[in-house]
């Protein structure tokens, strides 16, 4: 299965996305974790992605689209894969369509996450992180210890993007450059929207639902 996770900053697709990959056996590709990751290595393309980043601008075309194509291109996601945060632009969705008509591959599913913007301002802001890869919220999902990773106990950091102003930003960018994806998809009848707001475990049975119809196609 090729899958999609759409959504608003905070929706909670990177959340949903660790359960699909260890339920369905998918790579769990997350563009911003691509970033992220190549951000602490410091290496040039880190370097350029951030400045956009920290003021919840979104990272030029070109350089995710080269990414994006590279990492499809490895051996992990022939038998599937689950892109989360990519695309967010028309351009994007154009030249994924591209990359996988190349390889004789198609998207499945493109699964939209919903949640209202109040919500999800309560969610970027109480988000923490951990250089391990964890994520935490101070209320919805808080660690055992305070400002302490469960996993590797290492001290928990907040995102620069989920400072008060790249908030905002970063929900006015979805909506101008991002949310016009949902009709795009739509139109191509692959879209099938969750709703969001629930409890974590609520909204993962209904993604598992969705997707094992498509399984089962
Ligand atoms: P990226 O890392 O992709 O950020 P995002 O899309 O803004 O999404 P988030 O990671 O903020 O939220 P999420 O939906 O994954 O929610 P999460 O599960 O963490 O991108 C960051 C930046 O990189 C972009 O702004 C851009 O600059 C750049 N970039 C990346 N991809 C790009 C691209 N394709 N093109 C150009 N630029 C790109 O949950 C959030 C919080 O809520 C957590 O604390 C979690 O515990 C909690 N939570 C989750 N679900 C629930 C729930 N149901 N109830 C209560 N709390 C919940």
Redesign the pocket.
């Known amino acids: 299965m090729n899958i999609i996770l759409l959504?608003p900053?905070?929706?909670?697709?990177?959340?949903?996305a660790k359960k699909i990959s260890e339920h369905f056996s998918l790579p769990h590709i997350?563009?911003?974790?691509i970033?992220?990751e190549n951000i602490s290595n410091n290496t040039s393309l880190g370097l350029r992605?951030k400045s956009?980043?920290s003021r919840?601008?979104?990272?030029p075309?070109e350089l995710?689209i080269t990414i994006v194509k590279d990492r499809l291109s490895r051996k992990d996601c022939s038998g599937g894969f689950m892109l989360?945060?990519?695309?967010?632009?028309i351009p994007?969705a154009d030249a994924l369509q591209m990359i996988l008509t190349e390889s004789g591959k198609k998207i499945d599913a493109v699964l939209n996450?919903s949640v209202d913007d109040e919500e999800l301002i309560k969610?970027?802001s109480?988000?923490r992180m951990c250089k391990c890869g964890a994520?935490?919220?101070v209320n919805?999902?808080p660690p055992k210890k305070e400002g302490v990773c469960d996993a590797c106990k290492e001290k928990l950091y907040q995102r620069d993007?989920d400072k008060p102003d790249a908030i905002k930003n970063?929900l006015v960018v979805y909506k101008k450059q991002t949310q016009p994806l949902i009709d795009y998809y739509n139109r191509k009848k692959l879209l099938r929207t969750i709703d969001?707001s629930?409890?974590?475990s609520q909204?993962f049975e209904e993604v598992k639902n969705v997707l094992e119809e498509y399984e089962k196609l």
Not at 9 to 16: D, H, L, S
């Open positions: 959504g900053p905070g929706a909670g697709k990177g959340t949903q997350s563009t911003g974790d970033l992220r992605a956009y980043m919840g601008e979104l990272v075309d995710l989360d945060g990519y695309p967010r632009t994007q996450i969610r970027l109480g988000r994520s935490y919220h919805f999902n993007d970063r969001g629930k409890e974590i909204i």
